[in-house]
């Protein structure tokens, strides 16, 4: 990742959801998420974002207003008949283990990507976790991006191996857990994981691994970061989407990809990530500001000095 970037654009698509979500803290139905939506909003503290996903006739006008209001470009959301995405998870006692108790894809279903001439030209491009052929379909569609993102899940690595091992080749950055990277790499050691990883083509992985923290592994060098020590997590639900989203959002709007610049983005990924698990959803983000970010940041990089 070398490359100068002159437009902080960024733009992501993913799922637009509402979520059911059931942690040890409690309960909370009908929560705006979703890949896409996690990121973006994450993304919007530090730089612009376009978002392209389908919306159902049921999206409401004040989700739609929330988005707004941070500055997110709503025009790639595209309105189809149907409900919008849902989705039930149900986190365990340890909260980096949960399963999905119901999925209902609605307005997903047949969806076809359009990317319009407006969002061709982000400079960023994330590929949020959806089906990896939905994601080849809309990269095919950018001009030239400078950087590629991509986040996967356990379910598209054992049901669409072959599309989401097709894009490797075409990311700069691999976003995903450490239980996907043994999945995908078909090894136990993470660190074995990562190097498989690299050699199937992605430019770097980052290995997310719930409270402890994160490594960046790109050929010939490993970075790694605590996760912030918080006291009490909520739901760690988007976590990794809003990590992905402070990290390129940062990236973005700095426009410097050398390497000390990579791994403060690492950081402030791993602040707002912070954030997001203190609240059901992304309601923490709703009242989260720039100055607490900066604090976070500040106390993170305390917390990692010697
Ligand atoms: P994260 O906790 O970062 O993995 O992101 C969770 C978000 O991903 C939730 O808001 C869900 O709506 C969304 N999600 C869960 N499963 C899927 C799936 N199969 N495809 C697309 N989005 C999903």
Redesign the pocket.
């Given at each position: 990742m070398t490359a100068a970037v002159n437009d902080g654009a960024i733009a992501v698509i993913?799922?637009v959801?509402?979520?059911t979500l059931e942690t040890p803290a409690g309960r909370a139905d009908d929560?705006l998420?979703?890949?896409a939506?996690?990121f973006a909003v994450a993304a919007s503290f530090f730089t612009k974002v376009q978002l392209v996903a389908p919306i159902g006739d049921d999206f409401p006008a004040e989700a739609l207003r929330y988005l707004e209001s941070r500055g997110i470009d709503c025009s790639g959301l595209e309105r189809r008949a149907g409900r919008t995405?849902?989705?039930h998870?149900r986190y365990h006692e340890d909260m980096n283990r949960?399963d999905?108790l119901h999925?209902d894809l609605g307005v997903?279903g047949g969806f076809q990507p359009r990317v319009t001439d407006a969002i061709r030209r982000a400079p960023f491009v994330f590929l949020?976790?959806?089906?990896p052929t939905l994601q080849g379909g809309v990269l095919d569609q950018f001009a030239s991006p400078t950087l590629v993102g991509l986040?996967t899940?356990n379910?598209?690595i054992d049901e669409a191996r072959a599309p989401l091992e097709a894009l490797l080749p075409r990311v700069d950055l691999l976003v995903i857990?450490d239980e996907e990277a043994r999945q995908l790499s078909r090894e136990t050691n993470v660190a074995r994981a990562a190097r498989r990883i690299l050699g199937l083509g992605a430019k770097s992985v980052l290995v997310k691994r719930g409270e402890y923290g994160a490594i960046l592994f790109s050929p010939g060098s490993v970075f790694a970061v605590p996760a912030f020590p918080l006291e009490e997590v909520f739901d760690?639900?988007?976590?990794?989407?809003?990590?992905a989203g402070g990290l390129l959002g940062h990236l973005a709007a700095s426009g410097d990809l050398a390497t000390p610049n990579v791994r403060r983005a690492i950081v402030y990924g791993s602040v707002l990530a912070s954030f997001v698990v203190e609240d059901f959803?992304g309601r923490r983000m709703r009242t989260l500001e720039r100055d607490a970010i900066e604090q976070r940041y500040r106390q993170f990089v305390a917390l990692t000095e010697f």
């Open positions: 993913g799922s959801a509402f979520d929560e998420g979703g890949s939506v996690h995405f849902r989705w998870g949960r999905t999925l997903f949020g976790n959806i089906d986040d899940m379910h598209w857990n760690p639900t988007g976590a990794g989407d809003t990590f959803g």
